[in-house]
C-alpha cells in the first residue's frame, strides 16, 4: 500500500506560479514513476506531467511543456510540480499518482495509487 499526500494548490492570478508537492510513504519501490494528472469539471482525467523515480526520466503533456516542471526528492520521497505561467485553462484538481512502470506513461489507468488531489485555479 501507498499513501500519497497533495498540497500547494490554491487561488493564482494569471501568469503566476505554484508549486504542487506529493509526499508518498507506505510501500515505495525505487523501481516506479510517478505523475501528475489533472481533471476539470466536466473533462476527463488528463496526464499532465511524471518523472521516473530511479532515473529521473519525464514526461509531459504538450500543453505544459516550458511552463511546469517536474522534479522529485529521493530522501524525503516527494516529487513535486513546479507551475509557471498559468493560465486559466490550468484550472483543475490536480492529483498525484504512482505506476509500477518505471517510466511515467499517460495513461491514468496504469497508475494504482492516487492521492486526494489539490485544487488550483486561476483567474484571468
Known amino acids: 500500500q501507498v499513501q500519497l499526500v497533495e498540497s500547494g494548490g490554491g487561488l493564482v492570478q494569471a501568469g503566476g506560479s505554484l508549486r504542487l508537492s506529493c509526499a508518498a510513504s507506505g510501500r515505495t519501490s525505487s523501481n516506479y514513476a510517478m505523475g501528475w494528472f489533472r481533471q476539470a469539471p466536466g473533462k476527463e482525467r488528463e496526464f499532465v506531467s511524471g518523472?521516473?523515480?530511479?532515473?529521473?526520466?519525464?514526461n509531459s503533456a504538450d500543453s505544459v511543456k516550458g511552463r511546469f516542471t517536474i522534479s522529485r526528492d529521493n530522501a524525503q520521497n516527494t516529487v513535486y510540480l513546479q507551475m509557471n505561467s498559468l493560465m486559466p485553462e490550468d484550472t483543475a484538481v490536480y492529483f498525484c499518482?504512482?505506476?509500477?512502470?518505471?517510466?511515467?506513461?499517460?495513461?491514468?489507468?496504469?497508475?494504482?495509487?492516487w492521492g486526494q488531489g489539490t485544487q488550483v485555479t486561476v483567474s484571468s
Open positions: 499518482a504512482v505506476t509500477s512502470s518505471s517510466f511515467p506513461i499517460t495513461t491514468a489507468a496504469a497508475y494504482r495509487y
Open positions: 518523472i521516473s523515480w530511479s532515473l529521473g526520466l519525464t
